[in-house]
Each structure stands twice: as C-alpha cells, then as structure tokens.
C-alpha cells in the first residue's frame, strides 16, 4: 500500500509540473500577444503619421509650384507689358517731336509772315503819306484829286485787308503756341504717366524674380523632404506590413488564440483527469 501510495504521490506531482508548464506555456502566449498587439498598434501609428507627413509635403510642393507658376506668369505678362510701354512711349515720342517740329516751324513762318505784313503796312502808310504830302504841295486841283482819290483808296482797302490778314496770322500764330504748349503738357503727362507704369511694373519683375528663387529652392528643399518621407514610408511599409502584414497579424492572432486554447483544453482535461484519479 505504501508503495502504491508513493506512486500515486509521483503522479500527483508529475501532473501538477505538466499543469504548471502548460500554464506557463499560457501566460506566455498571452503575453507574446500583447507584445505584438502593441508592435501592431505602433506600427499602424506610425504608418499613419509618416503618411499624413507625406501627404502634407506633397500637398505643400503642390502649392509651391502654383505658386511658382503664377509668378512666372506674372513675370511674363509685366516683362511682354513693359516691352509694350516701351514701344508705345517712343512711338508717341516720335509723333509728338513731330507735331512740335511742324508747330514750332508753323509758328516761325506766321511769324515771319507777320513782320513782311507789318512791312507791307509802313510801305502803304509811306506810300500814302507821300501822295498826300505831292497833292499838298502839287495843290489842290479838281483833276489831281479825282486821279488820287482812287489810288488812295485800293492803297487804304489794300492796307485793310493787310491789317486783317496780320491779325488772322497772329490769331494763327497764338493758336499753334496754344497747340504746341498743351500739346507739349499732355505728352509730358502721358510719359510721366507711362514710365512710372513701366518703372510699378519693373519692380513686380523685380520682386517675382526674388520670389520665384525663393520659390525654386523651397520647392527643391519640400521635394528632398518628400522623398525622405517617401523612402520612410517605404521602409516602415516593409518592415510593418511586409506587403500583407495585417492579414499575417490577423493569421498569427488566431492561432495564437488556438494554440491558448487547446493548452486551456489540454489543462482542463489533466485537471478532470486528476480530480477522477483522486
């Protein structure tokens, strides 16, 4: 009886060492599981903020190059608009030089048609001062009159009509200074007007130019930027997801979970087995 009382004794502590490691063998399963569960959960965390990471370094490169355009649209459309300026303004350079040569020569030549008028005028009046001085001297004869009186009077309608062409000529003559000085006023308006246009236009060149270098090398430095995070992601991809890492996760969860419960089978069969024994 002793004996077989030992043995059942052995027995005893061989199954509860068996229990024992299969419990072990549990805990460790669990914990195993646990351990990937938060590798599965970091992993996910970090595939989702190095995503987001791309996603706004692609988003952020796609605006800098909107951005870039439209600057070297800009530049494009105030380089073509000063090129225009330019061309207008020497154009109406041009045409207004000539007006103001063809005035000031107007001018001059009514001028100068003023002074033979005025001459005009002092030989007549020379010249009827003379015959009234002769018909003085000559006397007063009926016959000398009446020849006289009509050459006095083409001498004064011609000195009338001379006196009317003068003041016709110098009405002409302040006309074209008229002309010429507003003239000379909207031109001088016109290119004030047109080279502080040219020059508002230069410095939009100017500071697109100075943007769009900036522009260029943010682009350069967002693009290095997206390639790290696209290498990153790529690696953490790999080493995550392996290409089907979740449906591995998922597969190696469940067997786990098998694996947990055929030991928990196992151990309450050894725990039945015991307990009939006894």
């Known amino acids: 009886m002793s004996n077989l009382a030992m043995k059942m004794d052995d027995e005893k502590v061989g199954m509860e060492k068996v229990k024992e490691l299969i419990q072990n063998m549990i805990i460790r399963l669990k914990e195993q599981a646990t351990s990937e569960q938060s590798a599965e959960a970091k992993c996910a965390a970090d595939l989702a903020d190095i995503s987001k990471n ?5 988003l952020n490169l796609k605006q800098k190059k909107a951005q870039l355009e439209q600057k070297e649209a800009s530049t494009e459309l105030n380089t073509e608009a000063i090129s225009n300026l330019g061309s207008e303004l020497r154009e109406a350079t041009d045409i207004f030089h000539e007006k103001e040569s063809l005035l000031k020569n107007q001018t001059a030549d009514l001028t100068q048609e003023i002074v033979e008028l005025q001459e005009v005028r002092a030989f007549l009046d020379e010249f009827s001062g ?3 001085k002769s018909l003085v001297v000559g006397g007063s004869g009926s016959n ?4 006289a009186e009509p050459v006095l009077a083409i001498i004064e309608m011609v000195r009338l009509n001379v006196e009317k062409k003068k003041r016709e000529t110098e009405l002409a003559k302040a006309d074209a ?3 010429l000085t507003e ?16 020059d508002g236009k230069k410095k939009i060149v100017a500071n697109n130019k100075i943007t769009q270098q900036n522009l260029q090398q943010d682009i350069a430095a967002v693009g ?6 696209t290498e990153m992601l790529e690696k953490t991809t790999t080493y995550c997801n392996g290409g089907s890492r979740e449906s591995r996760y998922e597969d190696r969860k469940q067997q786990r979970q098998e694996e947990i419960d055929s030991l928990k089978t196992a151990l309450q069969v050894l725990e039945e087995s015991g307990a009939a024994g006894l």
Do not use: F, V
Request: aromatic fraction near 2%.
């Open 54 to 58: 791309k996603e706004d370094h692609e």
């Open 130 to 132: 003379d015959l009234d």
């Open 177 to 179: 200074k008229t002309d």
């Open 224 to 229: 290095k930027q997206l390639q790290i995070s």
């Open 183 to 198: 003239s000379t006023t909207a031109h001088a308006s016109y290119k004030s007007g047109t080279e502080a246009s040219i």
């Open 144 to 147: 000398t009159r009446e020849m």
